[in-house]
């Protein structure tokens, strides 16, 4: 074995027994495997999936619609086959310069962004991770997160044994920030290295207040870093973003992707915005050829005019039917109130345990109810978060198409319908449905 002089491997013994795997991993265990959207409920054909806040109306690439299976010319996206037996560009100057030109608008800062404020990874999920292992010690450091919020950052976090310090975000204030609370832990415990904000949040689809965000950047002592989640961002209201004020902050890392308003989760890209400095540590720690050719070209081809024009006008057909939603839904027996915000493409809705007009409070119980009942007898698949901090009795409804948000407008009204009606008989709720279900249901991460 190359550059193993002089150590000897000697097989284990017949009959003898090794320690178990799990005994030796990092994790020991504990080592679980993550349920995502597509454990449970997949793509086929007929499901609606309005459970992962995917694009409904597909890829944000002027794709000819009487193509069978999407197939399409693939001199369209500049990909080029025959040069898949080399290795991609490690560096990706031209997707970062492509990126850069989409956010310089010069709302926050009047500095240009480069690709020297730019790390890409495969998905968002990689840039969490990396921010993670670039500043936190294994087994040492903290991070703060605000929940309810995005489950990748415990996840990951659990992996690389960080600890995880918790400031809920103020759910009587519509989930804002609570940045004095913030900042008191951040001044008791050195140890918090990185503070994770989700704007828009998910599962509450609110943009967080900058001047919140400022607050944590200013704190006087604290020697770490602001990570601001913008996978949302661009179903927000323009000049949202600040992915740009990075010019001008040095702690603070923007994170995005085009698994959203871009409708290209299936080629996992994401992107970290930081200082120039931030930006060359996080390159320095990834694998040398992280992102493909194929989703480099192809995140090229999104960015191009013609295809921005594409993701613009999907937006609009998104935000024409949250409003759509946000009329309807309300008109429906059982539906509560319209939790955190409407600045993303999805909503968070109260389910009631019975009539508003008879007291109706949220509840778990009629959640899971209707979430079930709609996954499994009519094919519509929405997400349980009654069980995240502040959302008692909530599903997560993603925006789909006109055709879609008609289906899931007409079968929550059956199914809540028929649950009035037992309702009506019985005068009470069936108190026996198992609380297991509900743990169940909302431990997808995504």
């Known amino acids: 074995m190359h550059g193993m002089k002089g150590l000897m491997l000697s097989p284990l013994p017949i009959g003898s027994t090794a320690a178990p795997v799990g005994q030796t991993t990092r994790m020991g265990s504990s080592a679980e495997s993550q349920r995502c959207a597509r454990d449970d409920y997949k793509d086929n054909g007929t499901n609606i999936l309005l459970d992962a806040n995917e694009n409904a109306y597909g890829p944000s690439l002027g794709l000819p619609s009487e193509k069978p299976n999407g197939l399409i010319d693939s001199s369209k996206l500049n990909i080029d086959f025959l040069g898949l037996n080399r290795y991609p560009d490690p560096h990706q100057a031209e997707l970062k310069q492509h990126l850069c030109n989409f956010r310089n608008r010069h709302t926050h800062t009047t500095k240009d962004l480069t690709p020297e404020n730019l790390f890409v990874g495969v998905g968002s999920d990689e840039v969490i991770d990396a921010v993670l292992r670039c500043f936190c010690t294994p087994g040492q450091d903290k991070i703060l997160t605000c929940p309810p919020t995005y489950g990748m950052y415990t996840v990951s976090a659990q992996v690389n044994d960080i600890e995880i310090v918790r400031v809920p975000l103020d759910a009587a204030r519509g989930f804002q920030l609570q940045p004095e609370a913030i900042n008191s832990a951040l001044s008791s415990d050195p140890s918090i290295k990185l503070v994770y904000i989700t704007s828009p949040g998910n599962p509450t689809a609110n943009l967080i207040s900058k001047s919140d965000i400022q607050k944590i950047l200013e704190h006087p002592t604290w020697n770490g870093v602001v990570v601001l989640d913008e996978a949302y961002i661009d179903f927000s209201p323009d000049g949202a973003s600040l992915a740009e004020w990075v010019a001008e902050w040095t702690n ?15 080629i996992r890209l994401g992107a970290a915005f930081a200082s120039p400095e931030v930006a060359h540590l996080l390159n320095n720690l990834k694998a040398p050829y992280n992102i493909s050719s194929p989703t480099s070209a192809i995140a090229i081809a999104a960015l191009q005019p013609d295809n ?4 613009k006008n999907n937006r609009e057909k998104i935000l024409k039917q949250r409003l759509r939603m946000l009329h309807e839904l309300p008109q429906i027996s059982r539906i509560g109130r319209f939790l955190g915000g409407t600045d993303s493409n999805f909503l968070l809705v109260e389910i009631l345990d019975k009539p508003r007009s008879c007291g109706g409070r949220p509840s778990n119980k009629s959640a899971m109810a209707l979430y079930e009942g709609l996954a499994e007898t009519k094919g519509v698949v929405v997400r349980f978060r009654g069980k995240e901090l502040g959302c008692e009795g909530c599903l997560r409804m993603t925006v789909g198409t ?7 407008l007409a079968e929550t009204r059956s199914i809540l319908d028929d649950m009035e009606s037992e309702y009506k008989q019985s005068g009470s709720c069936d108190e026996k449905r198992e609380k297991a279900n509900e743990e169940d249901a909302n431990g997808v991460i995504a």
């Open 308 to 311: 921005l024009a594409v993701m």
């Open 402 to 408: 006109a055709e879609e948000v008609t289906r899931l």
């Open 252 to 266: 603070l890392i923007v994170m995005q992707t085009l698994s959203k308003a871009f409708g290209l989760a299936g």
